[in-house]
T-cell receptor, first 114, second 115 residues
Framework: AQKITQTQPGMFVQEKEAVTLDCTYD???????LFWYKQPSSGEMIFLIY??????QNATEGRYSLNFQKARKSANLVISASQLGDSAMYFC???????????FGSGTQLTVLP | SAVISQKPSRDICQRGTSLTIQCQVD?????MFWYRQQPGQSLTLIAT?????????ESGFVIDKFPISRPNLTFSTLTVSNMSPEDSSIYLC????????????FGPGTRLTVL
């Protein structure tokens, strides 16, 4: 069975600093995709970034980058130059080869301090 | 990315009643999913809404409690039946293609409170 683990229930970061949110996964499928979503207090789920299991390079999208370490089965999200608007819940999710739905981790509540 | 709308955005309902949530997409999509997010929890998949056929439910979710319709490739409904306070959650519609790396996009969610 596939599983996503986020071990940081809450994180604090100073404005303008970088922060890393941890995500580890477990699957026996060789093909899978890893996704990060942001959920502000409004409840909507905002897609941030994804990484495919066969991708050689780490994904980047603006201030977001994904530190993908396949051998360690980790897919950490790095947010550079944090902004107050980054305060939200962040979810790591996985889609594996034989399924098309997402499996989510428990989430990390990020608070950016002024 | 697809633009997804949900109605209602929030509702407060009495125990024992039912609520139907609508999900509308601005383009045809292959896959539509319904998720539940209980307070302080992560998202859990309820079912995959299949166009023209019965939805595929995940373990722990049954059609009698969560009937789903998908009459076409742009619209789906989720009904929460015979509600109890335990059904108080955010219900999210999600759409995507069948591609492994294709992003799944979410609607704004429906925040349901059952008294």
């Amino acid at each position: 069975a596939q599983k996503i683990t986020q071990t940081q229930p809450g994180m604090f970061v100073q404005e303008k600093e970088a922060v890393t949110l941890d995500c580890t996964y477990d699957t026996s499928d060789p093909s899978y995709g890893l996704f990060w979503y942001k959920q502000p207090s409004s409840g909507e789920m905002i897609f941030l970034i994804y990484q495919g299991s066969y991708d050689q390079q780490n994904a980047t999208e603006g201030r977001y980058s994904l530190n993908f370490q396949k051998a360690r089965k980790s897919a950490n999200l790095v947010i550079s130059a944090s902004q107050l608007g980054d305060s939200a819940m962040y979810f790591c999710a996985m889609k594996r080869g034989s399924a098309r739905q997402l499996t989510f981790g428990s989430g990390t509540q990020l608070t950016v301090l002024p | 990315s697809a633009v997804i709308s949900q109605k209602p955005s929030r509702d407060i309902c009495q125990r024992g009643t039912s609520l139907t949530i609508q999900c509308q997409v601005d383009s045809q999509v292959t896959m539509m999913f319904w998720y539940r997010q209980q307070p302080g929890q992560s998202l859990t998949l309820i079912a995959t809404a299949n166009q023209g056929s019965e939805a595929t439910y995940e373990s722990g979710f049954v059609i009698d409690k969560f009937p789903i319709s998908r009459p076409n490739l742009t619209f789906s409904t989720l009904t929460v039946s015979n509600m109890s306070p335990e059904d108080s959650s955010i219900y999210l519609c999600s759409v995507g293609t069948s591609g492994l790396l294709d992003t799944q996009y979410f609607g704004p969610g429906t925040r349901l409170t059952v008294l």
